[in-house]
């Protein structure tokens, strides 16, 4: 079963940047789409980002033009990215397959957006 281990958040003002890791316990490329999600406080999780194995990377509306996903086939590990962040990017991050697997949820990283 694919692990996913989620590192690199912090607290961070507002318009600063931050790069989140993700590490795989297997080959990612093997991994047809793999996605970084976010929950927000009080909030359900959601799809941030998305690098597919083939064909242009996907991102909600909401991080287009801030945030970029990317991966390093040598080192089975995605990264994120991240610009110019607002108070509503505040979540706990994780990554997992696309559509997710229910059962291989990490622990996700925090990110806190804050003066």
């Known amino acids: 079963q694919v692990q996913f281990v989620e590192s690199g958040g912090g607290l961070v003002q507002p318009g600063g940047s931050l790069r989140l890791s993700c590490a795989v316990s297997?080959?990612?490329?093997?991994?047809?789409?793999i996605s970084w999600y976010r929950q927000p406080p009080g909030k359900q999780r959601e799809l941030v980002a998305t690098?597919?194995?083939?064909?242009?990377?996907i991102y909600a509306d909401s991080v287009q033009g801030r945030f970029t996903i990317s991966r390093d086939i040598a080192s089975n590990t995605v990264y994120l990215q991240m610009s110019a962040l607002k108070s509503e990017d505040t979540a706990v991050y994780y990554c997992?397959?696309?559509?997710?697997?229910?059962?291989?949820w990490g622990q996700g990283t925090q990110v806190t957006v804050s003066s």
């Open positions: 997992n397959s696309n559509p997710p697997d229910a059962m291989t």
């Open positions: 690098h597919p194995r083939v064909g242009s990377r």
């Open positions: 297997r080959n990612i490329f093997g991994i047809d789409k």
